[in-house]
């Protein structure tokens, strides 16, 4: 096929094979590009026709990709980052007067201790802006990006797609948080033998403390794990819990009342957190504004 011959091809009908790819079903790819199954169904048909390839095969409730689709897929999909980058370099922003809407994901200690600075800032500059937050780890941070269903994700992050860009924010180190009134720090021995309670996405009951104590011979004892910070303070309040949050949080927790921090009777390293996002979105305006208030506010404030 020449340049010309493109002439035929619609735009649109790649932007629903790309969402085909991603969600392996009609009826998501419908919700997702606001469109009825029918447009959806129609336009598979066209594409079938176009590339001269069933593309999916039904497999239970799944649409599996042929060898073919899986080949086009992986031509396609940086070719549409280039055409996004393109046009959006070609955009305006003004953040006193857009109305855009900005989706991004952020880990749940991010969001609570941090998005709160970030959200006066840009109410301030951008009063006219949605931003719409999905909740993401290291393990829903690839497949969000890689779906366009967030621009820009911070969390810890591990592997991301093969045209995300990512950068680190700030290095942290864990506190020990307690609402207790006993006097003085905790020793290891009374660091282990306080019940703990664990913030954890997936409801697990180690961690990286589990992992320096087992370094050491020790152990703790979890007793609640909650999936989110937020309300941390009111569970350890009148109890001898204990809890290891990233420093960060533990400001915001501390400043709200109830509880104290301390440094941990054990040596661990800082972890990063991180800010990704598209690389087709990495020269648009409006996103790199966006950007740099995530910096500006979610970063090492030694950094600024």
Not at 42 to 64: C, H, I, K, Q, Y
Not at 158 to 183: E, G
Not at 220 to 242: C, E, K, Y
Request: charged share 25%; hydrophobic share 45%; proline share 6%.
């Amino acid at each position: 096929m020449n340049r010309n011959d493109l002439r035929r091809v619609d735009l649109n009908l790649l932007i629903v094979f790309e969402t085909l790819m991603h969600e392996r079903s009609v009826t998501r790819a419908a919700e997702k590009l606001f469109l009825g199954q029918p447009a959806i169904s129609a336009a598979l048909s066209r594409l079938r026709s176009l590339f001269d390839d069933p593309l999916f095969v039904r497999t239970g409730r799944s649409m599996e990709p042929s060898a073919r689709a899986v080949e086009i897929f992986a031509l396609l999909s940086p070719a549409l980052d280039s055409i996004s980058t393109a046009v959006s370099r070609a955009a305006d922003f003004d953040p006193a007067t857009s109305t855009a809407v900005f989706r991004i994901g952020l880990s749940d200690d991010a969001e609570f201790a941090l998005l709160p600075m970030l959200l006066k800032r840009v109410r301030a500059e951008a009063p006219g802006i949605v931003l719409v937050v999905r909740r993401v780890n290291y393990i829903l941070m690839p497949s969000l990006l890689a779906s366009g269903e967030i621009s820009i994700g911070v969390s810890y992050t591990a592997d991301l797609p093969a045209n995300a860009k990512r950068k680190v924010l700030r290095r942290s180190r864990p506190k020990l948080l307690r609402a207790d009134t006993m006097p003085g720090a905790l020793s290891l021995d009374e660091f282990c033998a306080r019940p703990h309670a664990l913030v954890s996405f997936a409801g697990d009951l180690s961690g990286f403390i589990d992992e320096a104590l087992d370094k050491l011979g020790r152990k703790r004892h979890v007793v609640l794990a909650v999936p989110q910070f937020n309300g941390l303070s009111t569970l350890l309040s009148g109890t001898d819990i204990v809890a290891t949050v990233p420093d960060y949080t533990a400001d915001a927790l501390t400043a709200a009342g109830g509880v104290r921090a301390e440094e941990l009777p054990i040596e661990v390293q800082s972890f990063e957190l991180h800010m990704a996002w598209r690389g087709s979105q990495d020269n648009d305006p409006g996103e790199r504004w966006l950007r740099s208030r995530i910096q500006m506010f979610f970063g090492d404030p030694d950094s600024l």
